[in-house]
């Protein structure tokens, strides 16, 4: 579902380096935040919460002066699957960047890093999903068949927005 | 990847308009106000299994999210969608792609230096 309001985003990029290189930057907290622009405050664990702030990134110049602003603002992830050299998965809370506001209450997305090796390098999938808070097994219960629920939604949506056009 | 002050009051609002999209009865009634332009109560309920109360509960939901508004017109209220919200609620998945996209491209240049 790729149009008008899907509850989820998925990315697909070929990284042109081994499968082991790209786990490392992944899995590694030290390494995720130089490409991330954050510093966390230890190794990252399955199952517990990692907390870190805002570090600029050494990466790109203009991101790093984007996020200037928010140096030494805390940022959190809740780690949830490492699986080595496949699968890398955390949750967190979208947007959350406003100092003074207190976000553990507010839903989380689940965000999954897949790994996969191929000829070139590495396939790497990401996905981000839970925009909507509603579980896959109660939204399947919802909407038993495929012509209806979210397929229809869609559809209407995208006429909908065609008409306001 | 910090995402702006300004996006994060964008999420809020959009979370709320898709919890609010996330029920087969509300999609519905989304979609009949899509069709068949603003309307009462009672010839939003026609064909519902539900009492008008229920719908109406319904409806107040979506109001909360923004996605619908009610006018009054003479003894009843006519509901309505509220077309911006829709289109503020696509355009926030978009930004959050396009953000995905720079994070992304970042970790290329890092596993690939």
């Not at chain 1, 899907?6 to 070929?14: H, M, P, S, T, W």
Request: proline content about 5%.
């Amino acid at each position: 579902m790729s149009t008008a309001i899907a509850d989820r985003i998925e990315k697909k990029i070929l990284l042109r380096a081994p499968r082991a290189r790209v786990w490392r930057a992944l899995a590694n907290a030290g390494e995720f935040g130089r490409w991330f622009g954050v510093k966390f405050d230890g190794p990252f664990t399955p199952g517990a919460l990692q907390r870190g702030v805002i570090v600029p990134t050494t990466v790109d110049a203009d991101v790093a002066k984007a996020q200037q602003p928010y140096a030494g603002m805390p940022f959190e992830i809740t780690i949830d699957r490492m699986e080595p050299e496949r699968l890398f998965a955390f949750r967190w809370h979208p947007f959350a960047v406003e100092r003074d506001v207190d976000y553990s209450s507010e839903p989380t997305t689940l965000v999954v890093f897949s790994l996969e090796e191929v000829a070139d390098g590495t396939l790497l999938t990401v996905t981000e999903s839970g925009f909507d808070r509603i579980p896959l097994a109660r939204r399947a219960q919802a909407f038993p068949a495929n012509e209806q629920g979210w397929t229809m939604m869609v559809a209407l949506i995208e006429k909908h927005l065609a008409h306001a056009a | 990847m910090p995402r702006s002050a300004r996006a994060n009051a964008a999420f809020t609002g959009a979370v709320a308009v898709f919890a609010a999209l996330g029920d087969e009865t509300r999609l519905r009634l989304v979609s009949r106000l899509c069709d068949g332009g603003p309307m009462s109560i009672t010839r939003l309920a026609v064909g519902f299994p539900i009492t008008r109360q229920a719908i109406t509960k319904h409806l107040r939901v979506m109001e909360r999210a923004g996605l619908v508004r009610s006018a009054p017109h003479g003894r009843e209220s006519v509901w309505h969608v509220e077309r911006k919200r829709l289109a503020d609620a696509r355009r926030h998945l978009q930004m959050i792609s396009a953000q995905w996209d720079e994070t992304l491209g970042r970790l290329k240049r890092f596993v690939e230096r």
